[in-house]
């Protein structure tokens, strides 16, 4: 009795014992790390690097949904560590509303993958799930928010941080982990094609809206229910390549990169970032994808990052097939290992790998996978998935953020209120859905959608509001200009919706990447979005020409600028009564510019980049360094618009500037009739340094609500990260004289000066 009693009281003991350590909840991550990792076949590591093509891995039927016999097959061979944009739909995979996966289906999809994969594998790891998520989660039945220069024109940290929660909660419903974004290239210059996924040209604005973004993601707690991997794009330097070409090389020189390209990502991982992705450039000749100082030095021992690293789609490969450094591909795959890669999106390049960096790769991903808890709970709720992605609060967020991205850039007319009862809405973009939601876009229910012609019937009730396309984006017919010019003649106001567009159609030709292939014959509206680069800045087609014969009817005159990019905007703002750049402004831009224009919301977004008069002046960005060069003979060197700049509806005064070693501070009125947001912006200029610094740099800026008459203390505190630059030696000096300081509502807009002692 007594040997009984005893191995029924030490039988699960004993039966825990033989379950492996990686599996036991109670052990530390590093501990079934390095457990898991004992166990693994050469074959098992290498495939926890792949990151393959997902949405061919399931197969949909009606309602009803299972793996694909591709997934199986693939299984079998190599057990792969994730798969990239499984719930993806657009025009490149062919997933439309019919063929694609809604919320609910999506999340079957995602438990049926794991399901196989934990049970048909011989040690059962659960797979990452990596989904684009620029300004929403790229799957159907998600929201669309306004694209990241739009975000970035808030200039409000907290919203932006609102809506990443936002958006992680959504894909961490439907089953994903790894959220693909934010997008922290500086942009320099507007004609390259993937501006509008940026946060504009500034490094301190892009490092504060990145760190708020990957705040609201879970800020790398990965146990939060709804905390994503945020995978920071693209390391490093990608908006700044030669032309304005995607990809192209980029030549910059070590103290710009440190000062000005790398600052976001820094700030970024501090925030909690656990991966970035690699970039399709080069930097001084020397491929991002395979830059061991960039991945190993900079990223991991100097700033500390604990996450993994992504390549870009196919950038091993380019480093054969693009740049040519590498004599074949399993040369670029031992190259960018070594420089420390840890995953390969498309899963081609690390077919030959071993030694100790491959282990080290392998543990950083598996140590993400414990530490989101996948081994305990790989699968989801779809019912949730149902009824909360998309939900009405989510949906009120993407409203606030189309509201305050909105920039007045010109207003001698607005509000309009109620006094016009015929109103004209015309133009190429006044009622087309996919040109207002940018790239990465994936196929939309238009019943949720809301362009600027719906949104002024919704908000203007009693005036007749009547629709005409008039021109298109691209092409040149004149089938629509009479209907609208006779419309317009017959109107008491005219809102013309004019500017680019990224909506792909099934038409556009795309590269294994994605990217886009520009083509003479296909004059779809398409001019912006990856692969989409400008030569010219202007509108295309017959859009300028249609606002000059809208002007000649003599009616007022309302111009709204959809666009990715900052375009030529001369003509308008010399002659239309009120200029708004509304960039994308994702599904709900049409009620927020409905809004703006009937005076129920006053506008409060600023520029994040400035607006060129010209092709031929780039690059116009607000912080060059010194000396500031001389006028050209054709035309003065300023922007049309500067970096932070916009109007509201009341006016601000700043007064009573006070600087002292630790702290700056200043009272902003509302000197105006309406309340209000104002953004008030601090920069500084350094003198005499070792090294040449901008003539100007912001360094701090806040969003305050001001009601009419309310007047506030505005107070920075002065951190030693602030007075300092990067000098020769790529190592932070201290300033070592004053600083003057320049307070006001734009770069160009200063209206307070003082001096910091550092």
């Avoid at 001698?412 to 973009?429: F, S, T």
């Avoid at 200043?666 to 920069?683: A, H, T």
């Avoid at 500084?684 to 007047?711: C, H, I, M, R, W």
Wanted: aromatic letters at 10%.
């Amino acid at each position: 009795m007594f040997r009984i009693t005893t191995l029924l009281i030490f039988l699960p003991v004993l039966l825990f014992s033989q379950v492996p350590a990686y599996k036991n909840p109670k052990l530390d991550v590093h501990t079934r790390t390095t457990d898991l990792l004992s166990r693994m076949s050469y074959e098992e590591k290498r495939a926890q690097l792949l990151c393959l093509m997902g949405w061919e891995m399931y197969e949909k039927k009606g309602r009803s949904v299972a793996v694909s016999q591709k997934f199986k097959d693939l299984m079998k061979v190599k057990p792969i560590g994730a798969l990239w944009a499984v719930f993806r739909a657009d025009p490149w995979t062919q997933k439309t509303l019919e063929t694609g996966l809604d919320p609910e289906l999506a999340a079957e999809v995602a438990n049926e993958i794991q399901r196989y994969a934990i049970e048909n594998t011989r040690l059962g790891i659960p797979i990452f799930l990596a989904e684009e998520s620029p300004h929403g989660h790229m799957a159907i039945g998600t929201t669309v928010f306004p694209t990241g220069i739009g975000q970035a024109s808030t200039w409000n940290r907290d919203l932006v941080q609102k809506a990443w929660e936002v958006k992680a909660k959504e894909i961490r419903l439907q089953g994903a982990h790894i959220a693909y974004g934010p997008v922290l290239d500086i942009s320099r210059d507007p004609r390259w094609s993937r501006v509008e996924e940026s946060f504009g040209e500034d490094p301190v604005l892009t490092g504060e809206l990145g760190a708020a973004a990957v705040r609201g993601a879970g800020g790398g707690n990965l146990q939060l229910p709804f905390s994503v991997i945020s995978t920071l794009k693209h390391f490093a330097a990608y908006g700044s390549s030669e032309g304005g070409h995607n990809g192209n090389a980029v030549n910059i020189g070590p103290i710009d990169l440190h000062q000005n390209f790398l600052f976001p990502f820094e700030k970024a991982i501090k925030a909690g970032a656990l991966s970035i992705m690699t970039s399709y450039n080069s930097i001084d000749g020397v491929p991002s994808t395979a830059d061991e100082y960039l991945l190993n030095q900079v990223l991991r021992r100097d700033w500390g990052f604990k996450g993994f690293v992504v390549s870009d789609l196919f950038s091993i490969d380019g480093i054969y097939s693009a740049h040519r450094v590498a004599p074949n591909l399993s040369a670029a795959g031992k190259m960018a290992l070594n420089a420390g890669v840890d995953m390969d999106l498309g899963g081609n390049a690390f077919d030959k790998l071993e030694g100790e960096q491959l282990d080290t790769a392998v543990y950083r991903i598996l140590a993400r996978k414990f530490e989101m808890g996948l081994f305990e709970h790989p699968f989801v709720d779809p019912k949730k998935a149902k009824t909360e992605v998309r939900s009405q609060r989510n949906k009120d967020v993407a409203l606030d953020v189309a509201r305050e991205s909105v920039v007045l850039l010109k207003n001698e007319i607005l509000p309009l209120g109620d006094r016009y009862k015929r109103i004209a809405v015309v133009g190429p973009n006044a009622h087309a859905i996919y040109n207002q939601l940018g790239d990465y876009t994936a196929p939309q229910d238009e019943g949720e959608m809301v362009t600027v012609y719906e949104g002024i019937k919704n908000l203007f009730p009693e005036s007749d509001v009547k629709y005409a396309k008039g021109v298109a984006i691209r092409d040149t017919s004149r089938k629509g200009w009479e209907d609208a010019m006779e419309l317009a003649r017959i109107s008491e106001i005219i809102i013309a919706v004019v500017g680019g567009s990224s909506a792909r159609d099934f038409k556009t030709v795309y590269e294994n990447t994605g990217a886009a292939q520009t083509s003479g014959q296909n004059l779809m509206d398409m001019e912006n979005g990856e692969g989409f680069d400008r030569a010219t800045l202007g509108l295309l087609g017959l859009q300028e020409e249609f606002l000059k014969a809208l002007k000649s009817t003599g009616k007022p005159l309302v111009v709204i600028y959809f666009q990715g990019r900052p375009l030529e905007m001369n003509w308008a703002a010399e002659n239309a009564d009120a200029l708004l750049c509304a960039w994308y402004p994702g599904a709900y831009g049409g009620t927020a510019l409905g809004e703006i224009l009937k005076g129920k919301y006053n506008p409060s977004g600023r520029l994040p980049i400035s607006v060129a008069k010209s092709v031929g002046q780039l690059p116009v960005y607000y912080n060059k360094r010194r000396p500031r060069g001389n006028d050209y003979v054709e035309l003065d060197q300023e922007a049309l618009y500067p970096f932070g700049y916009g109007k509201s509806y009341t006016k601000f005064e700043y007064s009573d500037l006070s600087v002292g070693t630790f702290e700056i501070k200043f009272r902003l009125k509302n000197i105006g009739s309406v309340d209000g947001y104002e953004v008030p912006q601090v920069y500084f200029s350094p003198q005499n340094t070792s090294v040449v610094q901008a003539e100007k740099q912001l360094k701090y800026f806040d969003k305050v609500f001001l009601k009419a008459g309310e007047e506030k203390w505005i107070t920075f505190t002065v951190r030693s990260e602030d007075v300092e630059y990067v000098n020769r030696n790529l190592q932070k000096e201290r300033y070592k004289d004053p600083v003057a300081i320049g307070v006001g509502s734009s770069s160009r807009d200063i209206v307070l000066r003082g001096s910091l002692r550092p």
